[in-house]
Antibody, heavy 116, light 112 residues
Framework: QVRLKESGPRLVQPSQTLSVTCTVSGFSVTSYHVSWVRQPPGKGLEWVGAIWKGGSTDYNSALKSRLSISRDTSKNQVFLKMNSLQTDDTGTYYC??????????WGQGVMVTVSS | DVVMTQTPVSLSVSLGGQTSISCRSSQSLVHSDGNTYLYWYLQKPGQLPQLLIYKVSNRFSGVPDRFSGSGSGTDFTLKISRVEPEDLGVYYCYQGTHYPRTFGGGTKLELK
């Protein structure tokens, strides 16, 4: 059974670093790509970045300078780190599994609020 | 970056009616491998996004044939016929051809 579960802090102070973990089961992160997608409250979806099954990464252009995505293949986990957080980084952060047909499974998301 | 422009931003439909959503990309979405990686997702209120259509016109497993996708190059359409209550929510197009990947801004489908 495919599952993805995000974990991380609910509250981050401005200018600090966000670290979110996506723990997957039912598939290997070395066999499928995983993306991060975020959604500000009441707004649309934004692709944040991805780690491809081979281990390379790609990032949203606007976030690239602040963003890092990595993984631990032994634990089947994918990590998102974003520094210099601002209030407009508030939102729900999802990880999603890619298949040949698109994002077929999503985690429940973690709602992150950037506030002092 | 490829900009995905969805129109309209919101749409009111009657149950049982038909409607369509447009998605235009700022660059052709034809990949060098010949495929066009244009997808449609629906996010129902309070739920996760769910995949409807992949590669322009292919329905994902379990998606009713009331949903159909079409288009080519930079111009794509999602048609929904015989609208049912469970079709309400926000529809997003997404391109997986170019880096970085990008979503459209979303189209909210509401009941008239």
């Amino acid at each position: 059974q495919v599952r993805l579960k995000e974990s991380g802090p609910r509250l981050v102070q401005p200018s600090q670093t966000l670290s979110v973990t996506c723990t997957v089961s039912g598939f290997s992160v070395t066999s499928y790509h995983v993306s991060w997608v975020r959604q500000p409250p009441g707004k649309g979806l934004e692709w944040v970045g991805a780690i491809w099954k081979g281990g390379s990464t790609d990032y949203n252009s606007a976030l690239k300078s602040r963003l890092s995505i990595s993984r631990d293949t032994s634990k089947n986990q994918v990590f998102l780190k974003m520094n210099s957080l601002q209030t407009d980084d508030t939102g729900t952060y999802y990880c999603a599994k890619h298949s040949t047909v698109g994002f077929d499974y999503w985690g429940q998301g973690v709602m992150v609020t950037v506030s002092s | 970056d490829v900009v995905m422009t969805q129109t309209p931003v919101s749409l009111s439909v009657s149950l049982g009616g038909q409607t369509s959503i447009s998605c235009r990309s700022s660059q052709s979405l034809v990949h060098s491998d010949g495929n066009t990686y244009l997808y449609w997702y629906l996010q129902k209120p309070g739920q996760l996004p769910q995949l409807l259509i992949y590669k322009v016109s292919n329905r994902f497993s379990g998606v009713p044939d009331r949903f159909s996708g079409s288009g080519s190059g930079t111009d794509f359409t999602l048609k929904i016929s015989r609208v049912e209550p469970e079709d309400l929510g926000v529809y997003y197009c997404y391109q997986g051809t170019h880096y970085p990947r990008t979503f459209g801004g979303g189209t909210k489908l509401e009941l008239k």
